[in-house]
Protein backbone atom coordinates (compact mmCIF):
# COMPACT_ATOMS: atom_id res chain seq x y z
CA UNK A 1 0.00 0.00 0.00
CA UNK A 2 3.21 2.40 0.79
CA UNK A 3 4.05 1.57 -2.46
CA UNK A 4 1.14 2.86 -4.52
CA UNK A 5 1.45 6.12 -2.38
CA UNK A 6 4.50 6.69 -3.41
CA UNK A 7 3.52 6.13 -6.92
CA UNK A 8 0.73 8.55 -6.10
CA UNK A 9 2.74 11.55 -4.71
CA UNK A 10 5.33 11.11 -7.44
CA UNK A 11 2.73 11.18 -9.96
CA UNK A 12 1.47 14.17 -8.32
CA UNK A 13 4.62 15.98 -8.33
CA UNK A 14 6.06 15.51 -11.52
CA UNK A 15 1.79 16.35 -12.91
CA UNK A 16 2.71 19.80 -10.80
CA UNK A 17 6.19 20.05 -12.17
CA UNK A 18 4.90 19.81 -15.82
CA UNK A 19 2.38 22.24 -15.13
CA UNK A 20 4.91 25.06 -13.86
CA UNK A 21 7.58 24.48 -15.66
CA UNK A 22 8.20 25.20 -19.39
CA UNK A 23 10.01 22.46 -21.15
CA UNK A 24 8.61 19.97 -19.10
CA UNK A 25 5.59 17.93 -20.88
CA UNK A 26 3.52 14.69 -19.33
CA UNK A 27 0.77 13.26 -21.03
CA UNK A 28 0.15 15.67 -23.68
CA UNK A 29 -0.73 13.35 -26.25
CA UNK A 30 -3.19 11.43 -23.97
CA UNK A 31 -6.54 12.05 -25.50
CA UNK A 32 -8.44 11.01 -22.40
CA UNK A 33 -8.33 11.30 -18.49
CA UNK A 34 -7.90 7.62 -17.99
CA UNK A 35 -4.61 7.76 -20.67
CA UNK A 36 -3.62 10.59 -18.55
CA UNK A 37 -3.86 9.12 -15.30
CA UNK A 38 -2.30 6.07 -16.86
CA UNK A 39 0.54 7.46 -18.46
CA UNK A 40 1.29 9.51 -15.21
CA UNK A 41 1.35 6.54 -13.12
CA UNK A 42 3.18 4.67 -15.04
CA UNK A 43 6.15 7.75 -15.42
CA UNK A 44 5.60 7.89 -11.56
CA UNK A 45 6.86 3.97 -11.33
CA UNK A 46 9.96 4.49 -13.30
CA UNK A 47 10.31 7.66 -11.76
CA UNK A 48 10.19 5.81 -8.26
CA UNK A 49 12.03 2.96 -9.44
CA UNK A 50 15.12 5.38 -10.85
CA UNK A 51 15.20 6.87 -7.75
CA UNK A 52 15.12 3.79 -6.12
CA UNK A 53 18.15 1.88 -7.94
CA UNK A 54 20.41 5.04 -9.57
CA UNK A 55 19.80 7.95 -7.14
CA UNK A 56 22.19 6.01 -3.87
CA UNK A 57 24.72 5.20 -6.38
CA UNK A 58 24.96 9.00 -7.85
CA UNK A 59 25.09 10.28 -4.13
CA UNK A 60 27.71 7.91 -3.49
CA UNK A 61 30.02 9.26 -6.49
CA UNK A 62 28.79 12.74 -5.77
CA UNK A 63 29.48 12.56 -1.92
CA UNK A 64 32.85 15.18 -2.71
CA UNK A 65 30.54 17.52 -4.41
CA UNK A 66 27.99 17.52 -1.50
CA UNK A 67 30.14 18.14 1.27
CA UNK A 68 32.06 20.82 -0.72
CA UNK A 69 28.67 22.40 -1.93
CA UNK A 70 26.91 21.87 1.41
CA UNK A 71 24.38 19.42 -0.22
CA UNK A 72 23.56 21.92 -2.87
CA UNK A 73 24.72 19.28 -5.42
CA UNK A 74 21.73 17.06 -4.24
CA UNK A 75 19.31 19.29 -6.65
CA UNK A 76 21.54 18.18 -9.44
CA UNK A 77 21.33 14.58 -8.51
CA UNK A 78 17.49 15.17 -8.49
CA UNK A 79 17.80 17.21 -11.70
CA UNK A 80 19.73 14.08 -13.41
CA UNK A 81 17.27 11.39 -12.25
CA UNK A 82 14.42 13.49 -13.76
CA UNK A 83 16.44 13.86 -17.30
CA UNK A 84 17.48 9.94 -16.66
CA UNK A 85 13.79 9.36 -16.20
CA UNK A 86 12.63 11.67 -19.44
CA UNK A 87 15.03 9.40 -21.54
CA UNK A 88 13.92 5.78 -20.10
CA UNK A 89 10.14 7.66 -20.95
CA UNK A 90 11.34 7.66 -24.36
CA UNK A 91 12.71 4.48 -25.07
CA UNK A 92 9.29 2.86 -23.51
CA UNK A 93 7.44 4.92 -25.50
CA UNK A 94 5.52 7.13 -22.56
CA UNK A 95 4.50 10.86 -23.27
CA UNK A 96 7.26 12.69 -20.51
CA UNK A 97 9.93 14.75 -21.47
CA UNK A 98 12.31 17.37 -20.50
CA UNK A 99 13.59 19.79 -22.93
CA UNK A 100 17.01 20.35 -21.19
CA UNK A 101 19.01 19.79 -17.94
CA UNK A 102 19.62 23.69 -17.47
CA UNK A 103 17.28 25.53 -16.55
CA UNK A 104 14.29 22.85 -17.21
CA UNK A 105 15.28 19.95 -15.41
CA UNK A 106 16.96 21.54 -12.13
CA UNK A 107 13.88 23.88 -12.13
CA UNK A 108 11.41 20.97 -12.58
CA UNK A 109 13.59 18.89 -9.72
CA UNK A 110 12.97 21.68 -7.12
CA UNK A 111 9.49 21.16 -8.04
CA UNK A 112 9.06 17.58 -7.84
CA UNK A 113 11.25 17.95 -4.62
CA UNK A 114 8.95 20.42 -2.93
CA UNK A 115 5.53 19.03 -3.91
CA UNK A 116 6.77 15.48 -2.54
CA UNK A 117 8.01 17.09 0.81
CA UNK A 118 4.96 18.51 1.14
CA UNK A 119 2.87 15.70 0.50
CA UNK A 120 5.14 13.29 2.55
CA UNK A 121 4.11 15.30 5.66
CA UNK A 122 0.49 14.17 4.88
CA UNK A 123 0.66 10.92 4.05
CA UNK A 124 3.07 8.31 6.45
CA UNK A 125 5.57 6.78 3.16
CA UNK A 126 7.97 5.56 5.85
CA UNK A 127 8.39 2.10 6.36
CA UNK A 128 10.53 2.39 9.14
CA UNK A 129 6.70 1.69 11.10
CA UNK A 130 6.24 -1.13 10.30
CA UNK A 131 9.52 -2.42 12.22
CA UNK A 132 9.23 -3.73 15.65
CA UNK A 133 10.66 -2.33 18.38
CA UNK A 134 14.03 -3.75 19.99
CA UNK A 135 13.06 -5.71 23.15
CA UNK A 136 13.58 -3.66 26.28
CA UNK A 137 12.46 -0.20 24.09
CA UNK A 138 8.78 1.53 24.18
CA UNK A 139 8.04 4.70 21.40
CA UNK A 140 6.56 5.93 24.16
CA UNK A 141 9.63 7.75 25.91
CA UNK A 142 10.91 7.73 29.64
CA UNK A 143 9.21 9.74 31.91
CA UNK A 144 5.72 8.80 30.23
CA UNK A 145 2.82 6.54 31.63
CA UNK A 146 3.85 3.52 30.44
CA UNK A 147 7.60 3.97 28.84
CA UNK A 148 10.86 2.83 29.71
CA UNK A 149 12.20 2.27 32.87
CA UNK A 150 15.34 1.03 34.20
CA UNK A 151 14.08 -2.35 35.47
CA UNK A 152 14.66 -5.45 33.78
CA UNK A 153 11.59 -7.43 33.89
Do not use: C, E
Amino acid sequence: MRTLLKIAINGLALWAAAALVDGITLADGASTTTSKVLTIAVVAAVFGLVNAVVRPVAKFFGFPFLIVTLGLFIFVINAAMLALTSWLAGVFGLDFHVDQFWPTAVLGALVVTFVSWVLGLFFDTDDDTRRPAPRGYDRRGPGRPGGPTMSRY
